[in-house]
Structure formats: structure tokens, C-alpha cells
């Protein structure tokens, strides 16, 4: 699998420091590991989530489950570029991969287009979940 080669007018940087900084908000009192998302919707606007942990660990909410929550809530539209931090509090975060659930999410949201940096560079969704389950199979 070789890396997206990178559209120069895209900036991640920028969308890396809004990830870190939804990272920032995150409550993780039980693994003080925080993580922060960020992407970028077909409109243009920026939506951002971090994770919420609980008592009930099984119960905690992933920074990704929070973005696409916001998503919707804020009008919907298809993710096309996203990033995930993270790192033990009071580190800096890093750019971490999508768990399996979240990145379900992400193939729903974001199709097989939607590009993702990860911890190997630049990918599309469709080299990050290839095969994917969707809605077309419930056709």
C-alpha cells in the first residue's frame, strides 16, 4: 500500500493543530490518554471530537464517535479529510490510527475517498478499511 501522494493545497498542519487541540478537551481520568479528531465536511466546515472515558470503561466514547456526532447535529455533508491525535495527558499528541468501530464510522461518513492521515503517511479510507461493510450492502 503506497501513500496518497499529498494535494499540495491541503493543510494538514493546520487541521493537525485542531485535532491537538480537541485532544486538549478530552476527559480521560481512568486511562489519561487523550485524543483529539478533526476533519474537514464537502462544505468546507470543520467539525472536531475528543473522547469522553467513563466508569463503565466499555461505555467510553472515541474522539471520532464525538466528530461524527457533531457532524450531523451541525447539518451533515460527507467527511473528506481527517486526522486523529493522541498521547498521555500533558504530552504532545501524535498522530494515531482509527480503532476498527471508528473507522466504520469514518467509511459511513466519509465513503471510500475520504482521505486520513495515519501513522504511515497520507491514505484514503478505502486502503484503511478495504472491503468495507456499507450501506450499499443493505440494499
Given at each position: 500500500m503506497s501513500?496518497?501522494?499529498?494535494?499540495?493545497?491541503?493543510?494538514?498542519?493546520?487541521l493537525?493543530?485542531?485535532?491537538?487541540e480537541?485532544?486538549?478537551?478530552?476527559?480521560?481520568?481512568?486511562?489519561?490518554f487523550?485524543?483529539?479528531?478533526a476533519?474537514?465536511v464537502d462544505?468546507g466546515?470543520?467539525?472536531?471530537?475528543?473522547?469522553?472515558?467513563n466508569?463503565?470503561?466499555?461505555?467510553?466514547?472515541?474522539?471520532?464517535?464525538?466528530?461524527v456526532?457533531?457532524?450531523?447535529i451541525?447539518?451533515?455533508?460527507?467527511l473528506?479529510?481527517?486526522?486523529?491525535v493522541?498521547?498521555?495527558?500533558?504530552t504532545d499528541?501524535?498522530?494515531?490510527?482509527?480503532c476498527?468501530?471508528?473507522?466504520?464510522?469514518?467509511w459511513e461518513?466519509g465513503g471510500?475517498?475520504?482521505?486520513?492521515?495515519?501513522v504511515?503517511?497520507?491514505r484514503?479510507?478505502?486502503e484503511?478499511?478495504?472491503?468495507a461493510?456499507?450501506p450499499d450492502?443493505?440494499?
Amino acid at each position: 500500500m503506497s501513500p496518497v501522494a499529498p494535494d499540495e493545497t491541503f493543510d494538514w498542519d493546520a487541521l493537525t493543530a485542531h485535532a491537538v487541540e480537541a485532544s486538549r478537551r478530552a476527559y480521560a481520568p481512568y486511562s489519561s490518554f487523550a485524543v483529539g479528531a478533526a476533519a474537514i465536511v464537502d462544505d468546507g466546515r470543520l467539525v472536531t471530537g475528543c473522547n469522553v472515558e467513563n466508569a463503565a470503561y466499555g461505555v467510553a466514547l472515541c474522539a471520532e464517535c464525538g466528530l461524527v456526532s457533531r457532524l450531523h447535529i451541525e447539518g451533515g455533508g460527507r467527511l473528506t479529510h481527517f486526522v486523529c491525535v493522541g498521547g498521555k495527558v500533558g504530552t504532545d499528541p501524535v498522530v494515531v490510527m482509527p480503532c476498527g468501530r471508528c473507522r466504520q464510522l469514518l467509511w459511513e461518513n466519509g465513503g471510500a475517498d475520504m482521505e486520513i492521515m495515519t501513522v504511515s503517511g497520507l491514505r484514503r479510507m478505502s486502503e484503511v478499511l478495504p472491503d468495507a461493510f456499507g450501506p450499499d450492502d443493505l440494499a
